[in-house]
């Protein structure tokens, strides 16, 4: 069966550090792969995206994802984080095809201090 | 842009009654989508549908109905509300019925049974 897990439940990061969220998935081929924001008080946002080809993965908000498949992993990068980054972040994973069924992670609380 | 509303952002009800939220999309796509969002757990499927009138479970429909009479608008039902269901419920839809894609989410309704 798919699984997604996030091994950080909280992680909190100054303004302008770098950040790096977690995610290793279980899935016997390539899955697709998610990656969500959901701001306090909202519903979930895409950031981006993995299907297939550059395994490096550019999305919204200055964020990227590199997708290791030696590793079952999609890890979420950015450079410099700004506090209106502070939200949750989700991975999920899909199987190719079907209905577009999401399996979901836990979730990352991400606090940004000043 | 897409649009996903949901009839309520907060919802106060007490065990027993019986419970309707909506969700309503604004771009014409196949599939909906009900999500419950439970800290610690990520977002769990309830029940999706592909088509008018059609609805497949998700991994924790016990206890959930669903209906889905227009294709923009996909309601979930408790039948009899417990403070077991106390939770978020986010709604969500996405484009084309067989292939995966992105899930456009909705703000969630917080449904809290007293």
């Known amino acids: 069966a798919q699984s997604v897990t996030q091994p950080d439940i909280h992680i909190t990061v100054s303004e302008g550090a770098s950040l790096e969220l977690r995610c290793n998935y279980s899935?016997?081929?390539?899955?697709?792969l998610f990656w969500y924001v959901q701001s306090p008080g909202q519903g979930l946002q895409l950031l981006l995206k993995?299907?297939?080809?550059?395994?490096l993965v550019q999305g919204i908000k200055g964020f990227e994802a590199e997708f290791k498949r030696s590793q079952s992993s999609f890890n979420l990068r950015k450079p410099s984080v700004h506090w209106s980054d502070a939200a949750e972040y989700f991975c999920a994973v899909a199987s190719p095809g079907g209905y577009n069924k999401l399996i979901f992670g836990a979730g990352t609380r991400l606090a940004v201090h000043p | 842009d897409v649009k996903v509303t949901q009839s309520s952002r907060y919802l106060v009800k007490r065990t027993g009654e019986k419970v309707f939220l909506e969700c309503v999309q604004d771009m014409d796509h196949e599939n909906m989508f009900w999500y419950r969002q439970d800290p610690g757990l990520g977002l769990r499927l309830i029940y999706f549908?592909?088509?008018?009138?059609?609805?497949e479970k998700g991994d924790i429909p016990e206890g959930y109905s669903v209906s889905r009479e227009k294709k923009e608008r996909f309601s979930l039902i408790l039948e009899s509300a417990s403070t077991n269901q106390t939770s978020m419920y986010l709604c969500?839809?996405?484009?084309?019925?067989?292939?995966?894609?992105?899930?456009?989410f909705g703000p969630g309704t917080r449904l809290t049974v007293l």
């Open positions: 969500a839809s996405s484009k084309d019925r067989g292939s995966t894609d992105t899930q456009y």
């Open positions: 993995y299907f297939s080809g550059d395994t």
């Open positions: 899935y016997g081929a390539t899955p697709y």
């Open positions: 549908s592909y088509d008018v009138k059609m609805k």
